[in-house]
């Protein structure tokens, strides 16, 4: 039972290097969200997606870049890695909105821009 | 534009109620939630209340809404060491995505 996943759960970067993180879900959730947390500021969504083929800006999208081209899978690409992109990374998923739309969260990545 | 804010930091003995604050501002959320992140985890739901509510009980976790204030409060009896966590509120409207707070640490001593 496996939930969501996330890779890799732990990376180095240099500044200007590029990354994909990758997510994916067993639930044939249709909801799929991209999340950073950072000390003192909670939880920010950076990108989220309603469907397969369907991506969406969150609070915080600016550097980022997103990708659901299978429904079971959400990808969080940094293009050019700054250092104000050190963070912990969060997926999550849900069947639905609402109350009905339990987020169900992956484990975390922990990202390091030097 | 929406905001929820939270106390950062709670510490209580164990065996004591622990009671975590919440505020919101966005008036149209029909749902608010209770997060709660383990060391080292994600988030788990922990329980949620529609906004025509004013009190949900789940066993030791006491829910209650003051709508006029835009209020939220989580209790737990009888705190234990293994509710040490970051307690997230959110809320939420209609299928729009979640806004979370910045969370509160629950520190529970023996």
């Known amino acids: 039972n496996a939930g969501v996943t996330q890779t890799p759960k732990f990376r180095v970067l240099k500044t200007g290097q590029s990354m994909t993180l990758l997510c994916a ?5 249709e909801y799929m969200y991209w999340y950073r947390q950072d000390p003192g500021m909670g939880l920010r ?5 309603v469907g397969e083929g369907t991506t969406a800006k ?7 870049n997103v990708s659901r081209l299978k429904k079971q899978n959400f990808l969080l690409g940094l293009e050019s890695a700054a250092p104000s992109q050190t963070s912990v990374y969060f997926c999550a998923s849900s069947y639905a909105g609402g109350p009905g739309g339990e987020l169900f969260f992956g484990e975390g990545s922990r990202l390091t821009v030097l | 534009g929406e905001d929820v804010e939270q106390s950062l930091f709670l510490s209580v003995r164990e065996g004591d109620s622990s009671v975590i604050n919440c505020t919101y501002t966005d008036s149209s959320s029909t749902y608010l939630y209770w997060y709660k992140q383990e060391p080292g985890a994600g988030l788990q739901l922990l329980t949620y209340i529609f906004s025509n509510m004013d009190m949900k009980q789940d066993q030791r976790l006491t829910v209650l809404l ?6 939220l409060s989580l209790r737990i009896a009888d705190t234990q060491t293994g509710d040490s966590a970051i307690y997230f509120c959110a809320e939420g409207f209609g299928y729009s995505t979640l806004t ?11």
Request: no cysteine; proline share 6%; glycine share 12%.
């Open chain 2, 100 to 110: 979370f707070g910045k969370g509160t640490m629950l520190l529970v001593s023996p």
């Open chain 1, 25 to 29: 879900q067993d639930m044939n959730h």
């Open chain 1, 45 to 49: 969504l950076i990108h989220y997606s």
């Open chain 1, 58 to 64: 969150g609070e915080v999208p600016d550097g980022y």
């Open chain 2, 66 to 71: 003051n709508k006029k204030d835009k209020h």
